[in-house]
């Protein structure tokens, strides 16, 4: 019978030590959000709930981060209103917890739903309203919803209004417009990101913020900057734009013979 090496007995305690401190993370964590808010149990996944794992994956578009190896989160909360994230972003930084943000899921490289340390997820799921003022042309849409319904909220109130962002509807508000958010009508209206008017955001004091209180500088960083690097985005004010009731749309079919360069060429000076 050969001897377990040093090397071997090293590795070993290194995984119980590694497994019973993420253990002590997740419990004081949930005791800390216990005892900074109530009645948060309904909002709070843990590995040991039956719901964990669809409510993990209800948003991972990404299939590569669906494998059994993918690092899991200890807890995922799911708040309903904006007062239930201060705990949550005041009871990780105690317990040195990690937290990702997540509005869609579309994130292609997984950083709002993987990470290498022990970490939380924020899901904004239930932040998915949003709200239409046809008369002042403005919106107000909370960072977990999709493209496709805040285009569907608008076109319930007017079909001349718009929002200039990205063309796949189940794309999240939050990622796409605090990355910037380029979309078919760029050249006439800019990114998406251009036409954010006011924000509410958490900071990582715990503090809940909007454009006047968070100041301009920071108000211009989580428009394009990535809002999880500043903080917790809860919902974006847009100025919506004017488009005609009818569109024409047509296709062009032209190969390089049949100088298709050209064409392509002419269209970058009079396209809208």
């Known amino acids: 019978m050969k001897t377990p090496t040093i090397s071997a007995l090293t590795l070993t305690l290194l995984l119980i030590f590694s497994c019973s401190s993420s253990a002590n993370a997740q419990e004081d964590f949930l005791q800390c959000l216990d005892e900074k808010f109530h009645n948060i149990s309904n909002l709070v996944y843990t590995p040991q709930n039956s719901s964990f794992s669809s409510v993990l994956l209800n948003s991972t578009w990404n299939l590569r981060y669906t494998t059994p190896s993918t690092p899991k989160p200890q807890v995922i909360i799911t708040p309903e209103h904006e007062s239930q994230i201060p705990p949550v972003i005041l009871c990780a930084r105690d317990n040195d917890m990690e937290i990702r943000i997540r509005s869609g899921g579309h994130d292609m490289e997984g950083r709002s739903f993987v990470s290498e340390v022990p970490f939380v997820i924020l899901d904004m799921i239930n932040f998915s309203q949003a709200t239409v003022d046809a008369e002042a042309k403005t919106a107000w849409v909370g960072t977990g919803a999709t493209l496709g319904i805040l285009y569907y ?15 796949c509807p189940t794309v999240g508000v939050g990622g796409h417009i605090s990355g910037g958010g380029y979309g078919t009508l760029l050249r006439k209206y800019g990114f998406a990101a251009d036409n954010v008017i006011d924000a509410r955001i958490v900071d990582v ?6 454009r006047k209180s968070m100041g301009e500088d920071l108000f211009w960083a989580i428009r394009g900057g990535g809002g999880a690097s500043f903080g917790v985005i809860v919902s974006f004010k847009l100025q919506l734009v004017d488009v005609p009731e ?11 013979q049949q100088n298709a360069t050209q064409l392509i060429h002419r269209w970058q000076y009079i396209a809208p």
């Open 205 to 210: 004091n715990g503090r809940i913020l909007d």
């Open 153 to 167: 909220s608008i076109a319930e109130k007017s079909l001349t209004l718009a929002f200039p962002a990205g063309f």
């Open 246 to 256: 009818k569109l024409t749309v047509f296709n062009i079919h032209r190969t390089l």
